[in-house]
């Protein structure tokens, strides 16, 4: 069965780490470009990470980049968002996807999504 679980989602403090990971069956996650998304309440679901399969470049959207770390276990199949430095607007639902085609444009991250993970909740608090 294709899927992706995350987990590794829940309360932090502000200026704290978490470790989101992101489990993946059904296919080699070296094969293709693996990207994380949020979604807060209220607002659009932006790309923040994108983890390229070609060369393992790594993208990140502008808000984010120094803090967040994207990365991957090609032999447990599992791929993971370091965040660091976690600001009280960033409270959202973490996703994982697969796809292809990321990009960073107009700051954020974008891709050509085939699967979706349920997500992941993250709550940042002061």
């Known amino acids: 069965q294709v899927q992706l679980v995350e987990s590794g989602g829940g309360l932090v403090q502000a200026g704290g780490s978490l470790i989101l990971s992101c489990a993946a069956s059904?296919?080699?996650?070296?094969?293709?470009?693996l990207a994380w998304f949020r979604q807060a309440p209220g607002k659009e679901r932006e790309g923040v990470a994108c983890?390229?399969?070609?060369?393992?470049?790594?993208l990140y959207a502008e808000a984010v980049k120094g803090r967040l770390t994207i990365s991957r276990d090609t032999v447990k199949k599992t791929v993971f968002l370091q965040m660091n430095a976690l600001k009280l607007e960033e409270p959202a639902v973490y996703f994982c996807?697969?796809?292809?085609?990321?990009?960073?444009?107009?700051?954020?991250?974008?891709?050509?999504?085939?699967?979706w993970g349920k997500g992941t909740p993250v709550t940042v608090a002061s």
């Open positions: 059904g296919f080699d996650v070296d094969m293709y470009d």
């Open positions: 996807t697969v796809g292809a085609a990321c990009v960073v444009r107009e700051n954020v991250v974008t891709a050509s999504v085939d699967l």
């Open positions: 983890l390229k399969a070609r060369y393992g470049v790594e």
